[in-house]
Every structure is written in C-alpha cells, then in structure tokens.
C-alpha cells in the first residue's frame, strides 16, 4: 500500500492547523526540522511539533535535518512525534546508534536519511533495527526542487537491502515528488512519498493526493 505524507513545509503557516486539516485524506503528516546547520534554512522547532500533536491524530513523521540529532529526538519523541528521521550525515556513526536507540525506549518509530551524496550501503550497520529508510530526491534544505532522477538507483539499492534484511521496513522517498515522479519512485520500491508543492499548490488538494496514490501511466 502506498502512503501519501505531505510535507506541511509548503502549507501556510500563519493557517497551519487549517492546512494540516486540508490534507486528512492522506496517511501522514511529513514535519521538515531544519536546524540552519546541517542544511541552510531553519524552520521549526519542538513547540511546533506539540502544537500540531495538539490539534491533530494523524501520524506525525517528522523529518530531523538537523546536526547532532541524538541531543533532539527524545524532545521531539516527547511532543508528540510518531517517528523519527535522523540523517547518516548528521553525526559519527556511534551517535547516530545512540539517537536511535533513545527513539526506541521513547516508543517511537526509527528512520535514518540519506542526503543524494550518501550510498544506499551507508543504512546496513542500522536496517535490521529500522522502520522506515527515508531517501531524499533533492538536497534537503527547501521545498520546491527539481527531483533527481540519479537517485532512483538509491532507491532501487536500498529496496533491494531492506528486502534482504528487515522487509518489514517502509522506504520513503522525499523530493521533487509528483504524479510523475511518484510513479517512477514506487517502480523503484518506495511506498511512502512524501511531497510538498506538489499537494499545497495543487487547486484541489484531495485530488493532488488521490493523484499520487495512483499515479499516471508512463
């Protein structure tokens, strides 16, 4: 089954409530952390996050890219975050281990990232112990970029990883996704898609995300 998470990085924050709202016939709700560190913006924080938690029971996927992560995911596990996503990139692999293990004893789900320069190989040390790998399509910062078709054979690497490891995981890909697009990532194994401009630019939202979970013939 395909899962549908918009990315609320491209809602209308002074309505946000309003537009996490507008997209309840998805499955989750994608929340972009951006630190201004690990990527050259900054978004929102933990108060966002139990905010949202306050005034909504969809899932709450919330997307970490931020630098040291294990000081952040037991705040964020606390306000209400569903699962967590913490980028390879973002800390030693002993630390990364570390924040991972928190998520586990906070009782959410665990995700690791990968940014487009970093090989599908680089989830092995952590895939038999992961719910979700989450492969980006762009360079994580902002909403709004060209999809990179290079990293359809990420995905298709990582697909074949989890299958052989842990089939239980989900592969989430985040970047550039739209009915086009989505199509090619779920050929490729995906089966959650994030996407942002894609579903909040769209003249009928619901029909943008119905879009997605049926994508056209190529």
Request: aromatic share 4%.
């Amino acid at each position: 089954m395909i899962k549908i998470a918009p990315s609320i990085l491209s809602a209308d924050f002074c309505n946000l409530e309003r537009d996490i709202h507008r997209i309840r016939s998805a499955d989750w709700v994608h929340v972009d952390v951006m630190d201004g560190c690990f990527v050259p913006n900054i978004t929102i924080g933990v108060p966002v996050v139990k905010s949202i938690r306050n005034h909504t029971d969809m899932f709450l996927d919330v997307h970490l890219m931020i630098d040291k992560p294990v000081r952040y995911v037991k705040a964020f596990a606390q306000a209400g975050a569903d699962l967590l996503s913490i980028h390879l990139e973002a800390d030693h692999p002993t630390r990364i281990a570390e924040a991972l293990k928190i998520m586990e004893d906070c009782g959410v789900k665990k995700a690791v990232a990968l940014r487009p320069i970093t090989a599908a190989e680089a989830v092995l040390p952590y895939l038999e112990k992961l719910d979700m790998v989450l492969v980006m399509t762009v360079e994580p910062g902002f909403g709004g970029q060209a999809f990179l078709e290079r990293q359809l054979d990420t995905i298709r690497r990582v697909r074949q990883l989890i299958d052989e490891v842990n089939p239980a995981c989900e592969l989430e890909v985040d970047g550039g996704i739209n009915p086009v697009t989505a199509r090619q990532v779920v050929e490729a194994g995906a089966n959650v898609l994030v996407a942002g401009s894609s579903v909040y630019g769209a003249p009928d939202i619901e029909l943008a995300i119905a879009s997605l979970r049926q994508p056209p013939e190529n």
